[in-house]
Every structure is written in C-alpha cells, then in structure tokens.
C-alpha cells in the first residue's frame, strides 16, 4: 500500500525558510518518478490551493503567491519530495500535503507564519 508522510513543519517568523519532505514508501520508483509530485496547502475556512508541481518530465510549476519563494524538488533514489519555502509571509500560515499523480496522498503537515 503506497504511503506518504509529510514532515518539516512548525512555527516560524515571517521573513523565515522552512523545507518539508514527503518521503513515499510502497510506491516503485517508476511510479513516483513518471508522476506529477504536488504540493497542496489549505488554510482554516479556504479552499484546497496547488502550491507548486513536478512533472515526470521535470517541469515546475508554481501558484503566482509562492513563486520566486518555494521551490519545489525531488530525490528519485529516496523517493521524497521536498518543499524549500523562504521569505515565508503569514498568509502562507496552512496545513501542506504532498500528492503523487491522482492515488497517494499524504495527511499534512501544519506550517504557521507568525508576524
């Protein structure tokens, strides 16, 4: 059963830098890398927001509140996808998950931004 599991979250002061990690595990590495890799967040009383993607070609794409600030990576021979977010701004205050194509999800991690 295909599994990921998100870390990296936490408490940090506006202008901060946070990296979360999803690391996959029951999924074969075919799968994880031919796959678009996502990063979603959602904040209390908001919708579900694409943060940042990761082709299976390589190609990134960012949501415009993140881009120049996140980047979005992968390490295909630990099979885990990484979230590098800096200048962080309260607004980015949401539970994150990573996805890998339409079947795995993870449950989130709590990122909080605090002026």
């Known amino acids: 059963q295909g599994r990921l599991v998100e870390s990296g979250g936490g408490l940090v002061q506006a202008g901060g830098a946070l990296r979360l990690s999803c690391k996959a595990s029951?999924?074969?590495?075919?799968?994880?890398?031919?796959?678009?890799k996502s990063w979603y967040r959602q904040a209390p009383g908001k919708q579900r927001e694409l943060v940042a993607s990761l082709s299976g070609g390589g190609r990134t794409e960012y949501a415009d509140s993140v881009n120049g600030r996140f980047t979005i990576s992968k390490d295909s021979a630990k099979k885990t996808l990484f979230l590098q977010m800096n200048n962080l701004k309260v607004e980015d205050t949401a539970v994150y998950s990573c996805?890998?194509?339409?079947?795995?999800w993870g449950q989130g991690t709590q990122v909080t931004v605090f002026s």
């Open positions: 029951g999924i074969i590495t075919s799968v994880f890398n031919g796959n678009t």
């Open positions: 996805a890998v194509g339409e079947n795995y």
